[in-house]
């Protein structure tokens, strides 16, 4: 059978951090192990180019940059145009992050291919009413939905959802297998840590709001930020007024063999997210699934997609947010029997593997490619 041409359009790939972008590439990188020809539009994102050069190089599928500009109406201008003749030469169409969902459907007017959006959280969620409808009508053209979370699902109205399935977010079972542990590079007992953008959304700020209860049951708890710095000056101020600043460091982006070998050295991954003003919320979680795969349990916030990266009591605990003596609890439980939920995390993130995960991917390919 002639291998199907298979074009992902994101808004965020890696080298540089963030979900939407993992997700992308172990996305492309397991379909085309299953023998689809893949190719990617992703938008540059920093002015270092050299870096995403040195990184796309290495791959064995084809990786288009959207050019950095200071003007961004050029980069879209650029984006739609590469998406159109991309859209000519493609089977079927993946289009995952807000921006890749108006641009497909902006596309689908001119070219006819079918498109499946993969839809994470913040997309339909968003507070301001003409972005909230301008995505519901992108969905609307697409041929199919898949949601990372049961959470987002219900994000949708209700006619859409009937087109949709949840696929969870995945991992390679290999992410975590060589890092050495060395628990003497982080300091602290417990110690806490969070990878994430140092922002609202990844609740940073709300696990440091709660240090100083937690610091009474436990006085050498140290709680370690690692992601991009975007919020951490006003965090680091709130840390010093609070009188706990001493109990945080941020560590900035690591390098992955880094990150691996900070997570191995943690006790807890803590993640309490919430939804902003603007309706930017947490999917899922890939970071979650990451600790998890080296045996670490993870505390995440109720309310939002994590409750479907967590399995209450066995993972770790899910918590409401601003409630400091519930974490307490929390944190309390995993120290308590740490060895059933270290080992419970990481079978739990085994049965997400890509290799099953790209299955269920597969399956909604196939079913397009044989539909009327």
């Given at each position: 059978m002639k291998p199907k041409h298979i074009l992902i359009i994101t808004s965020e790939f890696p080298p540089l951090p963030g979900g939407i972008g993992t997700h992308?590439?172990?996305?492309?990188?397991?379909?085309?192990?299953?023998?689809?020809?893949?190719?990617?539009?992703a938008d540059q994102r920093s002015w270092h180019v050299m870096e995403e050069q040195e990184?796309?190089?290495?791959?064995?599928?084809?990786?288009?940059?959207?050019?950095?500009?200071?003007?961004?109406?050029?980069m879209y201008v650029q984006r739609l145009q590469l998406l159109l003749q991309s859209m000519s030469w493609a089977d079927v169409v993946l289009a995952s992050g807000k921006f890749s969902l108006w641009s497909v459907a902006l596309g689908s007017k001119f070219v006819k291919c079918p498109a499946v959006a993969v839809v994470h959280g913040t997309e339909v969620n968003f507070r301001n009413s003409f972005l909230r409808t301008s995505i519901q009508k992108s969905l609307d053209q697409m041929a199919y939905i898949i949601a990372v979370s049961n959470f987002t699902k219900g994000l949708l109205p209700e006619y859409l959802q009937q087109r949709t399935s949840v696929v969870p977010n995945g991992i390679e079972a290999s992410w975590g297998g060589d890092v050495l542990g060395n628990s003497e590079i982080l300091k602290g007992s417990p110690k806490l840590i969070t990878v994430g953008h140092v922002s609202e959304r990844k609740g940073q700020l709300q696990v440091i709001k709660a240090l100083p209860r937690l610091l009474k049951r436990y006085p050498e708890l140290h709680y370690h930020c690692v992601g991009l710095a975007t919020e951490q000056a006003s965090f680091q101020r709130e840390a010093e007024a609070l009188g706990v600043g001493e109990h945080v460091s941020f560590h900035g982006r690591l390098s992955e063999k880094a990150l691996k070998s900070f997570l191995k050295a943690s006790d807890v991954f803590v993640m309490l997210s919430g939804i902003t003003e603007s309706g930017d919320v947490e999917g899922f979680g890939i970071a979650i699934l990451e600790a998890n795969i080296l045996g670490i349990p993870a505390i995440g916030s109720e309310g939002c997609g994590i409750s479907d990266a967590i399995v209450q009591g066995q993972t770790g605990e899910l918590v409401p947010l601003g409630d400091?003596?519930?974490?307490?609890?929390?944190?309390e439980c995993i120290l308590e029997a740490y060895p059933r939920y270290s080992n419970s995390a990481k079978l739990w993130a085994l049965e997400h593997e890509w290799e099953v995960i790209v299955e269920r991917y597969v399956e909604v390919i196939e079913d397009l490619s044989v539909s009327p």
């Open positions: 992308a590439y172990q996305l492309s990188k397991y379909l085309s192990l299953k023998g689809y020809i893949i190719r990617v539009i990184f796309d190089a290495q791959l064995a599928f084809e990786v288009i940059r959207v050019p950095l500009r200071k003007l961004r109406g050029i400091a003596e519930t974490l307490l609890e929390a944190l």
